[in-house]
């Protein structure tokens, strides 16, 4: 078993979050895993993204080589696009959130965004606010987004479920619950709209 | 299986909780800032008492480290590699005192420049100190050499460089760990002037350094962090350095490879181990994360011998990190392209955050500064440097932490008046005050504004040496009470702002405006942790 994934977004959308619930899950499953994570200047509402690499053989380096991306998970849809360049054109996949952050001067037309992702092959794009805000909280977009890509992470499912509730142990019962209903939520939607 | 999952700068701070240090001293600096702040977390440091505390910058951290090594126990000095350029006369000089207990300074270069003005390459410190280099290619290396470091420091009594990149530095993977040591007693040098480097010691103490070149050389090939790889295919034989073997490997199914590679991890790279690859394949690729070091060493001034490829000859980029791909097509491997970028994908530049005191500051300093032409403010690092930037676009320099005021100083004097030098509370006490200090020596007529965040916002929001201080210094130092003048920057006093900075522009001498307010990040956690240590109380 190899995924190599890139998560991708802007600075506090939450993306080591997805990071670190598929490494728990990841390791629970005795799987090894390398990831490279952003921090410093990117964090100020500039993009940032991260290398996450898991294998059950020992994984050598920390950067996955261009055109080998097996998934990108993405929490903003013009974020998803800049890594498309390291995409496997066979049997890679995009998987985003259809929420824009436009915090630029020039942001382009969602629509233009959209058409450039539905034309790869293998993709899933999800409102994830909407489909978190049904579920409690546009907090959880992230978590959400984390589901849509669950049907194609080859992970047991009850450990990514274990993995939040790890996670998020500190936080109480109604973010546990919350977590996992979004995780829900965005694993049903990709299995229907795929 | 793996024990614990940890960034590379937490598997060198658990590796030096683990060696039995009793201090690490540090100055923020990305990459290397979570080794200290991983220790400042740790329970287990606490229990075993080890220091943790920022130092003002990075000089002062170098010393307090030379300082417990004299008293005999272990520590660790942090930063990244442009730290290394402050405390380089204390680092320089601490390869003749010599070590007591384990010194072990790590440095982190920063290879395309993710977040620093450059991407020198702290080996060269190493050499240039005539020391040994331990550069660990992977997290369990990190914390295995981290240890072995202060090994080889107390066997040598000299201090001993770990150098690391961005790249490993926050890049997680399992670690397994080994007992802890204990602490060291204190206990002073044999020799109670073995620090005092008096030219008569210190030339004996040189010479001591030399003498132990031959034996450090060696240490490179029995340690066993240098290998010698065999191959069939001799046709092309590779010298890979830290994290560049990773990538060469990642190119090899089950990491197999044709070629004699050479890994090297610890300098001085051991000559037998080079011979040898030398004599054995007809041409020699050099792969090096940072600059072409070994490549020129093997390659001489005159590049008369067998070919020597690698970032000299272009086969390898001249600047930038390395990646698997550059690596594959340096060894004449196909690489995968992925999907063609799209034309909908746009710059997003990292910004001053959303409520931020520097907007209001800088703000206020643009429209005092209207009525005079440009180009007037020299600038310092920190989060206040992105007021480079559209829309605020207000200053002119960022060269090195305390450059601003010393630089308006030069400036001035050369006629640009007025000047105006624009740094933060951290950046001010790291390497501020002695500026300021010429600056009202010299009667220099400048006016600095103090951005006074009461942290260290660019990496994070550390404690500021600076908090509570920074008008009794600017006091101290000289500065005229009527010219120290403390603003608050926000939207609703804009033009009391902006007519306080327009008085001091006028005012022929040194003007320290402090624009004090706290950062919102650094705010929203500290209310953060207040109420988390509140409902931990009432519960
Ligand atoms: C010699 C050196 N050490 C450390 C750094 C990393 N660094 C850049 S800015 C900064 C701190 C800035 O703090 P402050 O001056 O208070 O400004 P703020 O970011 O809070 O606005 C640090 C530690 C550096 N660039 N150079
Ligand atoms: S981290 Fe703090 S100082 Fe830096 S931009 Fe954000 S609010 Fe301002």
Redesign the interface.
Same mark, same amino acid.
């Given at each position: 078993m190899k995924k190599d994934i890139i998560l991708a977004g802007? /600075?506090g959308q939450g993306i080591l979050t997805i990071a670190t619930i598929i *490494?728990t899950a990841a390791?629970s499953e /005795?799987l090894?895993?390398?990831?490279?994570? &952003?921090?410093?200047? +990117?964090?100020? *509402? *500039?993009?940032v993204q991260s290398?996450m690499r898991i294998s059950s053989n020992e994984?050598? +380096?920390?950067?996955?080589?261009? /055109?080998? &991306?097996d998934m990108i998970i993405s929490v903003e849809p013009?974020?998803s696009?800049?890594y &498309?360049?390291?995409?496997?054109?066979k049997d890679?996949w995009l998987i985003t959130s259809m929420n824009p952050f436009d915090?630029?001067s020039?942001?382009?037309e969602l629509e233009?965004?959209l058409n450039?992702i539905w034309k790869?092959p293998h993709y899933v794009t999800i409102d994830a606010n909407k489909v978190a805000k049904d579920k409690g909280s546009v907090k959880a977009a992230n978590i959400v987004v984390l589901g849509a890509a669950s049907p194609y992470l080859n992970i047991n499912y009850e450990l990514l479920e274990n993995a939040i509730k790890k996670v998020f142990k500190n936080k109480g019962e109604d973010i546990i619950n919350l977590n996992l209903l979004a995780l829900k939520a965005g694993r049903d939607y990709a299995e229907k709209h795929t | 299986?793996?024990d614990l999952?940890l960034?590379g700068d937490e598997a060198i701070a658990q590796g030096a909780i683990d060696a039995g240090i009793s201090g690490v001293y540090a100055y923020p600096g990305? !990459?290397s800032?979570?080794i200290t702040e991983y220790i400042q977390a740790s329970k287990e440091a606490e229990d075993r008492g080890i220091k943790s505390m920022w130092s003002a910058n990075e000089k002062t951290a170098m010393e307090t480290a030379i300082g417990m090594s004299y008293a005999g126990k272990k520590s660790l000095v942090c930063m990244k590699h442009v730290g290394l350029n402050v405390a380089a006369d204390a680092f320089v000089n601490s390869a003749i005192t010599g070590a007591n207990g384990g010194l072990v300074v790590l440095s982190a270069d920063d290879p395309s420049m993710? $977040?620093s003005q450059n991407e020198q390459d702290s080996r060269f410190y190493g050499k240039f100190s005539m020391i040994p280099v331990m550069e660990p290619s992977n997290q369990q290396e990190a914390y295995d050499m981290t240890r072995y470091a202060f090994e080889l420091s107390e066997k040598f009594e000299i201090p001993v460089l770990l150098r690391i990149t961005t790249?490993?530095a926050? $890049?997680? $993977?399992?670690v397994k760990r080994v007992q802890p040591q204990e602490q060291n007693e204190m206990k002073l040098p044999s020799n109670l002037r073995q620090f005092v480097l008096l030219p008569s010691i210190a030339r004996k103490q040189y010479n001591a350094l030399l003498n132990k070149q031959q034996a450090m050389e060696e240490d490179g090939i029995t340690s066993g962090f240098n290998k010698y790889i065999e191959g069939d295919n001799k046709s092309l034989g590779i010298v890979a350095c830290g994290?560049a073997y990773?990538?060469l490997? =990642? #190119?090899y199914k089950d990491?197999k490879l044709p070629y004699p590679v050479l890994k090297i991890s610890q300098y001085p790279v051991p000559k037998t181990m080079l011979q040898k690859l030398y004599d054995e394949v007809e041409e020699i690729l050099i792969l090096e994360e940072g600059y072409p070091i070994i490549e020129e060493l093997l390659r001489g001034y005159l590049n008369l011998g067998k070919k020597v490829s690698g970032r000299m000859d272009g086969t390898v980029p001249r600047a930038g990190e390395l990646? !698997? #791909?550059i690596v594959?097509k340096a060894v004449g491997l196909e690489?995968?392209? %992925?999907? =063609?970028?799209?034309s909908?994908?746009? !710059?997003?530049?990292?910004?001053?955050?959303d409520g931020c005191g520097h907007w209001d500051a800088f703000g206020a300093l643009n429209e005092a500064l209207k009525p005079y032409s440009g180009g007037r403010v020299l600038s310092d690092i920190g989060?206040y440097t992105?007021s480079a930037l559209p829309p605020l676009q207000s200053i002119n320099s960022c060269v090195d932490m305390g450059a601003s005021i010393t630089m308006a100083i030069g400036a001035s004097e050369a006629g640009l008046i007025p000047a105006v030098a624009a740094i933060g509370d951290s950046t001010f006490t790291h390497s501020g005050i002695t500026g300021l200090l010429d600056a009202v020596n010299r009667k220099a007529n400048i006016v600095v504004l103090i951005n006074d965040n009461s942290t260290t916002g660019?990496? %994070?929001g550390q404690d500021s040496s600076a908090l509570g201080k920074v008008e009794d210094i600017c006091r101290g130092v000289g500065v005229e009470e009527d010219h120290i003048k403390l603003i608050k920057p926000l939207r609703r006093n804009f033009e009391e702002n902006v007519e306080i900075i327009s008085k001091e522009l006028e005012y022929e001498g040194v003007s320290v405006v402090i624009a004090r307010r706290e950062c919102v990040q650094t705010l929203a956690r500290r209310m953060k942790l207040k109420h988390a240590n509140k409902s931990a109380t009432t519960n």
């Open positions: 802007v /600075g *490494g390791l /005795g090894f895993l390398k990831q490279a994570e &952003v921090h410093g200047m +990117s964090q100020r *509402g *500039g993009d290398h994984i050598a +380096s920390d950067l996955i080589p261009e /055109g080998k &991306v013009m974020e696009l800049r &498309v360049n390291m995409l496997n054109r890679g915090n630029i020039d942001y382009p233009d965004i450039d790869l | 299986m793996q999952l960034l990305t !990459p800032t979570e993710h $977040s790249r490993l926050h $890049s997680r $993977s399992g994290l990773n990538y490997i =990642e #190119n990491g990646n !698997p #791909n594959a690489v995968l392209d %992925g999907f =063609e970028g799209s909908n994908v746009k !710059p997003r530049p990292p910004r001053l955050c989060c992105l660019m990496t %994070g």
